[in-house]
């Protein structure tokens, strides 16, 4: 019996169990077979992740492939994603096992209107590395939730959810890598930019920065263009060009920055470089780059003053001299320089009887004072930055009591200029100067004048002839602006020592009095961009202040004017010197309103709307997000502008704005319910209408002025 038992037992044993063996023996000792990727898809774009490994092992790192793939045409954004756009957002979840932030490729310029937005059109793939813990054991389950955002035209957030498992290497040893996918894996890590191994340094001031990459001289000759990508908001406007120089310390970019925008904390970014063969490589700047406040290194220089984003050609010192010295000549023609110009013309038309050679004592006065003024403001820019302070060309519109000073010169002289009051201006019968005193001194301080009032004004050329020269050695600071003062005081110097010349100008007449009232405009024209100007630097507040100080200060001067008696032209000189000292007061910035306010509107609720429509109000609804490209666009060059907000005033339409930033199902429904995946979506419901006229995507100031007053009804 026990026999016959035994001989069952084996011949179960040989012919079900050892089989089992042998299937798993083998299928430890035969290559791991491969994991297909996992998939999630969207309306727009499909989301994809798979595994480098076919197994891991505790405490050594594996790499996950993600590859984001939008529709033709449209695209996915970079880690900083630019002027508009969203990063994408991952979530991971897995015990045991920690993952670092993703590794994104190179990106590309994404320019759209006056915006500028790092992306990918087509497929990307960023590498994300996971480490397991040294204990842990079994199968590791890795759970991804992910939100990104897709563009064309319009908008459209995508999302969605994906889990893999790696199972542990029982093994012991051996190769794991899935050789399935290496051509994924290799084309991804080529794809990212390599470590730079170059120290950088950026140097950031109120409205520009600068980046400067060290390198040897040899480095510098293969670079043709360079672009940098930042990693941060506040290193630089990334729609405005980038300008490249090169010096004897390696690479410096100039970068425009928004003044008062946030500062960067750490500084870091992607520079992007062409070489002369024309390949192009991008190095990730990381811990090596440091924020700070000074200036960069000077430079000899040879190089660089293309605009484009991804190359910049070199702007030598005699090409920096000459567009100074054009610069110069233009600036003439600004309107806040052209009526002293014009006026000193009219001066020396008047003075016939003036001999040669006092004209040219007059020209050359005149020459002197713009160039001492011009020698002033750059010894205090070169001793301000020669102390750290990170300024540049316009640095005293960085001031508000500076600004606010300007303001007011500018409408004394277009008062002066309208005949409120007078200046002694040499064509009324006295034969004098502009200034308050004629000859050589009068035409001395016109010059000082002239320049006082070209400081808010920059001519064509100037920008990369200045540009260049802060980034230079003083001997080439010097002569650049040197070039410049000699440009703008050229013409009146050729008028006063060519005869010729001065033959070509019309003879005194009425209409001099009549020309100069109209160059009185031009000057109003710069003092109400001052107010601007003052109103971002010192709030909303301060400039009342300052509205009320030129009141006071023309009821001062009509005072001055109404007799000669001590006690009024006392009374009249304290009344303008507390105008004038009103301005030195400056409350906190940030209290006045905001531009374009009323076009923010209400919140958009289904309720409100119904509200509104039922007191026959016309509404216009706007949906919009942060991270919508078009949406951006169409703020600023339609929605958000003066006539926009008066056409809606006038026409009476309230405004209500849905935003779409942060996930909303209640505008979700909306969009669905017109037909739209996404955001931007514009609604007019004109008053009594049982249905909204559907706007297009793209806005124009003419768009909405036509859809709202045909839908009205009325002109």
């Not at 960069?296 to 920096?320: E, K, Y």
């Not at 008696?565 to 304290?574: Q, Y």
């Not at 940030?590 to 119904?610: H, I, K």
């Given at each position: ?29 035969r ?71 993703a590794?994104y ?11 500028m ?15 397991p ?24 957030p ?23 996918h ?9 794809a ?20 400067t ?7 510098t000759?293969r ?38 925008g ?33 200036p ?27 567009f ?34 006092a ?20 010894a ?7 102390g ?22 500018m ?87 060519v ?32 107010m ?32 000669r ?10 009344v303008?010197?507390?105008?004038v ?8 910035p ?21 509200d ?18 078009t ?16 056409l ?12 779409f930033?942060?996930r ?18 514009y ?22 002025q ?10």
């Open positions: 019996m026990m026999r016959h038992v035994a001989g069952r037992l084996a011949v179960f044993v040989a012919s079900v169990l050892l089989p089992g063996v042998l299937v798993l023996m083998a299928g430890a000792i290559p791991a077979v491969a994991a297909a990727p996992v998939t999630v898809s969207d309306s727009h774009s499909s989301l994809s992740v798979v595994a480098e490994v076919t197994s891991y092992r505790p405490g050594e790192p594996f790499w996950l492939a993600l590859t984001f793939t939008p529709r033709d045409h449209w695209h996915t954004y970079w880690r900083n994603p630019g002027d508009s756009g969203m990063a994408p957002d991952l979530t991971w979840q897995a015990s045991g096992a920690v993952f670092d932030p590794l490729p190179v990106p590309a310029l994404l320019p759209v209107g006056p915006l937005n790092y992306g990918y059109e087509g497929p990307a793939t960023q590498l994300v590395r996971v480490m813990d040294a204990n842990t054991r079994g199968v590791l389950d890795i759970t991804l939730n992910a939100e990104w955002l897709v563009c064309e035209i319009e908008c459209v995508q999302g969605g959810g994906v889990s893999l498992s790696v199972a542990p290497d029982a093994r012991g040893g051996g190769d794991a890598t899935d050789t399935a290496s051509d994924l894996f290799s084309a991804a890590r080529a990212l930019p390599e470590p730079s191994y170059w120290d950088a340094e950026l140097s950031l001031s109120g409205e520009s920065a600068s980046l990459v060290f390198m040897t001289r040899d480095e000759a670079v043709t263009g360079a672009y940098f990508f930042p990693g941060e908001e506040g290193t630089a406007d990334y729609a405005a060009p980038q300008v490249l120089t090169r010096g004897p310390d390696g690479l410096t970019l100039g970068l425009t920055r928004f003044d008062g946030l500062t960067p904390e750490r500084g870091d970014g992607l520079l992007l470089l062409t070489f002369a063969d024309g390949m192009t490589q991008g190095f990730s700047i990381e811990r090596s780059l440091s924020a700070s406040s000074a960069p290194s000077g430079s000899d220089a040879s190089a660089i003053a293309d605009r484009s984003p991804a190359a910049a050609p070199v702007l030598p010192l005699w090409q920096a001299a000459l100074a010295l054009l610069g110069g000549v233009i600036l003439n023609l600004m309107p806040c320089v052209f009526p002293i110009l014009s006026l000193k013309a009219f001066s020396l038309i008047a003075s016939g009887d003036q001999s040669p050679t004209r040219r004592v007059e020209g050359w006065a005149y020459t002197g004072g713009i160039m001492a003024s011009f020698g002033i403001l750059v205090v820019l070169v001793i301000l930055r020669a750290g302070a990170g300024i540049g060309w316009g640095f005293q519109l960085q001031d508000p009591v500076f600004v606010a000073v300007m303001v007011i010169v409408v004394l002289v277009g008062l002066s200029l309208s005949g409120l009051f007078h200046f002694r201006t040499g064509f009324e019968g006295t034969g004098q100067g502009l200034a308050a005193q004629g000859g050589p001194r009068g035409a001395f301080f016109t010059g000082v004048l002239a320049t006082l009032v070209a400081t808010p004004c920059t001519a064509p050329l100037m920008a990369p002839a200045i540009g260049f020269a802060l980034t230079q050695s003083l001997p080439a600071i010097v002569l650049v602006f040197a070039m410049l003062a000699f440009g703008l005081a050229l013409p009146f110097l050729i008028l006063s020592h005869p010729a010349v001065a033959r070509l100008m019309p003879k005194p007449g009425p209409w001099m009095e009549t020309l100069k009232q109209a160059l009185a405009f031009p000057m109003y024209l710069t003092a109400v961009w001052l601007y100007v003052f109103n971002t630097l010192a709030g909303g507040a301060a400039l009342i202040f300052l509205l009320g100080a030129l009141v006071v200060l023309a009821f001062a001067i009509w005072l001055w004017q109404q007799g008696g001590p006690v009024l032209r006392t009374l009249a000189a304290a303008g010197l507390f105008a000292g009103s301005v030195l007061w400056q409350p906190e940030g209290t006045g309103e905001p531009a374009g306010d009323y076009m923010q509107g209400d919140v958009f609720s289904l309720a409100r709307l119904s509104l429509r039922g007191e026959g109000e016309p509404v216009f609804a706007y949906f919009t997000a942060d991270w919508c490209i949406c951006k666009v169409n703020e600023r060059v339609a929605l958000y502008r003066a006539e926009t907000e008066t809606f005033r006038a026409q009476g339409v309230r405004v209500l704005k849905g935003d930033t942060s909303d199902k209640a505008i979700a429904d909306i969009l669905a319910s017109y037909g739209r995946a996404g955001v931007p979506l609604l007019y419901f004109p008053s009594g209408a049982s249905e909204a006229v559907i706007l297009p995507e793209i806005l124009t100031p003419g768009i909405l036509d859809t709202i007053i045909s839908a009205n009804g009325r002109g």
